[in-house]
């Protein structure tokens, strides 16, 4: 089977969206043509990747130049399917699935879909198929006037941990928060406020933040209270993300939903790779997070808003160690159950289905 994909957000960039792109064509079992922005390169995969240039590497001119090249590319070698990961590539992958007469999956996460809700409407209301990444997506959707259903629920995956030899938790109990520092709803204001309150029952915690971006200055300003027990260690490779997801007890990102109307998490990769580790997570009852996390059983879901009950779940794992261990487990088996191949093989199901279904 040939498939089409079309996507502004593959690697090198990095994100959750490309990360989950490049996983499930690394995946999917069928013949993967990918479109999508930036100068050519040499590809680290095996994957048949075309890279469009355009003027700009962001905005209206990034996007009509992915349609451009998605289209010569969808007319030049006909695919069986068109798989669309992001609602910026849904102009073309309807006009291929019209010239073509060929399926149209489409690929929603959250923020994109109240980020731009014209075109969100426009997509999710024309693709044979929409692929949600959580409950909380498929609402999205369906306030967005989708056909419940054509909207099908297909959890991300996880990478299997690496783990570097010989490394044991932390002597000094860990609680660890990985994000770019770029989005308010990830939770770091709370956490600030949290950790105070987690230092009085837990007087050695340190909290460690990994990320950089532009709200760094202000959430260090706002720890500044607290700086015997918080630790900004900015962007870091993957090599020394896991060392201290290794190291780390507690992973703690309580996502809110932003004001505005406008989405939070979609779901939430970082909670697998913390449960991949053996950490049990400390998230907000909201979102997608409640997909990503299991509560009471890979982690304590909390009024993300409410640093008070935010400070209780984590000071509540680290005096527990039984209760952190159980959890974590749980968290490590789940992460293994969701792995990339499942979902490709969830993806590749619906494809060929809907596909073979096209052709009769």
């Known amino acids: 089977m040939r498939i089409l994909v079309l996507t502004p957000d593959f690697p090198p960039a990095r994100g ?63 695919p069986d399917a068109i798989l669309s990961l992001h609602i910026f590539a849904a102009p073309v992958a309807m006009a291929l699935a019209r010239l073509l007469g060929r399926p149209w999956f489409q690929y929603a996460y959250a923020m994109e879909l109240t980020q731009k809700p014209g075109l969100a409407r426009f997509a999710l209301g024309r693709a044979d ?64 406020r949290a950790i105070p309150l987690v230092a009085a029952t837990v007087p050695d915690v340190e909290w460690v933040v990994i990320g950089d971006g532009p709200l760094r200055g202000s959430l ?43 989405a939070g998490e979609g779901f939430g ?15 907000g009852d909201v979102g997608g997070s409640v997909d990503a996390v299991i509560d009471c059983e890979t982690g304590l879901l909390v009024d993300p808003t409410d640093h008070v009950a935010v400070a209780d779940a984590i000071a509540t794992l680290l005096r527990d160690p039984e209760m952190r261990v159980r959890l974590g487990e749980a968290g490590r ?22 596909v073979v279904s096209s052709r009769q």
Request: negative net charge; charged residues 25%.
């Open 269 to 283: 990769i970082v909670y697998l790779e913390a449960g991949m580790h053996g950490l049990p997570c400390v998230a």
């Open 333 to 354: 088996a789940r992460a293994e159950r969701l792995s990339w191949a499942r979902m490709a093989a969830e993806v590749d199901t619906l494809i060929e289905r809907m």
């Open 16 to 78: 959750g969206i490309q990360h989950l792109a490049l996983r499930l064509t690394e995946h999917l079992a069928a013949d993967i043509r990918v479109v999508t922005l930036g100068a050519a390169l040499d590809d680290d995969t095996a994957l048949n990747v075309r890279r469009v240039r355009s003027l700009r590497p962001s905005g209206l001119a990034a996007v009509a130049a992915l349609n451009v090249g998605g289209l010569r590319e969808g007319l030049s070698h006909p």
């Open 129 to 192: 198929a929409i692929i949600a990444i959580s409950e909380y997506t498929r609402s999205l959707a369906l306030d967005l006037g989708a056909d419940g259903d054509r909207v099908h629920i297909i959890l991300p995956g996880v990478d299997e941990a690496a783990h570097a030899p010989g490394v044991e938790r932390a002597e000094r109990p860990t609680v660890l928060t990985i994000s770019r520092l770029a989005e308010r709803y990830k939770g770091h204001d709370t956490m600030t």
């Open 220 to 262: 260090e300003v706002l720890a500044g209270a607290s700086s015997n027990h918080v630790r900004f260690i900015g962007s870091v490779d993957d090599k020394q993300r896991d060392w201290w997801l290794d190291r780390a007890h507690v992973f703690a990102m309580p996502s809110r939903l932003p004001g505005g109307g406008f």
